[in-house]
């Protein structure tokens, strides 16, 4: 890593792993060490059994926490009806989030792979636990400062107008989530990519609701992390000490965010994109958070014009994950765009190398007619000691997603229904044994049940209540619909 990343953080930050996948993210974070050899990040840890937590070398034990539930496998939907109804385990889950997740830290982030069962299914209900805990109850005491100020006609016409009012009311005191989940390689198979469809839909969905407190979404790609470490060579990998590209995307995740988030508590120039602009791009808003590092020799940056150019080819694309489509030309020539929010721009210059700082101002134009900007841009740069190396960061959060995440998955599900249809698939049956004289008599018997008390067909029944008119039930009420 670089000099700077030593600086303090500019958004104290929680980091909570779900399954493996997301146990194995936040593992990464818990090396990361100050001065004095405590944790920068307060990180904690979620499985389904005692087994998977084993491999965890840097968050403490006293934060990792089994269900004791055994192996969920690759299904998400199954763990979340196990979850869903087995009493101790639901209450478990309930607890690590409710006792263990402290919200002392500006931001709290959930990591999990969306290609499992256990992180899959679990980052969804502690995402709705967490904002029912911690949020729900501040979001409803605004409302009933405003329900008190308000006639109750006037209050019952324009709920919603006041529900909105209480989110934007409560926005300052509630506990703000990042979300980064990892989708699986296309060779995980059709299945798997349906169910992983299906769950980052409801992920976005709920980062979309005011009343959540979800700051942003990172749909980080193994397919893109398998396609990188598959084309580097031994000497690299060997250098590097990883040995699997999961390994290798735990780190690229760990060092983008760990980067930006100390680069802008460095200061030391005229310029500067401090940790207060930092905090506003990440907390502000809601969608999809890119993030993007282009690095060259020193050597082969010779002026401003070159920076320029990386910060160019830096917000074309992203280091999580394929690039984000935020424009899309039409056939009556129109132009569709995805709103972008606030826009970083922060260079890190090695000290041998002297450029004018007018080059972050030609930057900064080039990204503001390069994209629909709705927020504001903060740039800046840092001269140190940065290993002979020209590095340019980019950062926004967009209402776009990755191009995988919006049409790839469907096409790889498509491809593989295809390559189905060449085969032709047989049934296999087993020979059946002639029933036995006792079982015939049993069958040819025309018995009632409900003479011995069975009612196989009927069903229970639920009858419908409705609320009296003049009393409005404020934790019924439904926010996840809200519009500005």
Not at 77 to 106: C, G, H, N, Y
Not at 357 to 367: P, R, T
Not at 446 to 452: K, V, W, Y
Request: hydrophobic share 35%; aromatic share 8%; glycine share 6%.
């Amino acid at each position: 890593m670089n000099k700077f990343t030593s600086n303090s953080p500019a958004i104290n930050m929680t980091m909570v792993g779900f399954g493996q996948a997301g146990n194995r993210m936040v593992d990464m974070f818990g090396e990361l060490k100050k001065k004095d050899g405590t944790p920068v990040y307060n990180c904690l840890a979620l499985n389904s059994n005692d087994g998977d937590l084993e491999g965890l070398k840097h968050v403490p034990k006293s934060n990792q926490v089994s269900l004791n539930l055994g192996g969920l496998g690759k299904n998400p939907e199954k763990a979340m009806k196990v979850i869903e109804d087995t009493a101790d385990v639901k209450e478990k889950l309930k607890q690590f989030i409710t006792d263990r997740v402290r919200p002392s830290d500006e931001l709290v982030l959930f990591f999990a792979g969306l290609g499992g069962g256990t992180g899959t299914s679990t980052i969804i209900k502690a995402i709705e636990e967490f904002n029912d805990f911690h949020n729900k109850p501040i979001i409803k005491e605004e409302l009933v400062k405003l329900q008190q100020s308000t006639p109750p006609q006037e209050f019952k016409e324009n709920i919603k107008k006041y529900m909105l009012q209480a989110v934007k009311n409560a926005d300052s005191r509630t506990v703000k989530i990042g979300i980064v989940v990892t989708l699986p390689v296309r060779d995980d198979g059709p299945d798997v990519l349906r169910q992983v469809n299906d769950f980052s839909q409801r992920i976005w969905k709920l980062s979309k609701d005011k009343s959540k407190g979800i700051a942003f979404v990172i749909f980080a790609d193994n397919q893109q992390f398998y396609d990188e470490y598959d084309g580097l060579s031994d000497t690299i990998k060997t250098g590097m000490k990883i040995d699997n590209y999961r390994d290798y995307a735990n780190i690229k995740i760990r060092d983008i965010i760990h980067e930006v988030n100390t680069a802008t508590t460095g200061g030391g120039t005229s310029v500067i994109f401090d940790k207060s602009d930092f905090k506003r791009l990440v907390l502000e808003h809601r969608g999809c958070l890119v993030l993007n590092k282009v690095e060259k020799n020193i050597k082969d940056v010779t002026n401003e014009h070159d920076i320029n150019d990386m910060f160019k080819k830096s917000i074309e694309s992203s280091y999580l994950h394929d690039p984000i489509q935020i424009t899309e030309k039409q056939e009556d020539g129109s132009i569709v765009a995805s709103k972008v929010h606030h826009v970083g721009l922060l260079a890190v210059l090695a000290k041998d190398k002297q450029f004018s700082s007018s080059f972050i101002d030609k930057s900064k134009k080039s990204i503001v007619d390069a994209l629909p900007i709705s927020g504001t841009v903060f740039s800046g740069y840092l001269v140190g000691n940065n290993d002979y190396q020209v590095s340019v960061y980019t950062f926004y959060k967009t209402e776009a997603l990755p191009t995988r995440l919006a049409k790839g998955l469907v096409e790889e599900f498509e491809e593989f229904k295809i390559k189905q249809q060449q085969y032709i698939f047989k049934d296999s049956a087993i020979a059946s044994i002639a029933a036995t004289s006792e079982e015939d008599e049993f069958n040819d018997m025309d018995i009632d049940l409900s003479e011995f008390g069975f009612d196989l067909d009927n069903e229970d029944k639920k009858e419908d209540t409705k609320a009296k008119e003049n009393n409005l039930d404020l934790d019924s009420l439904d926010f996840s619909e809200l519009e500005d």
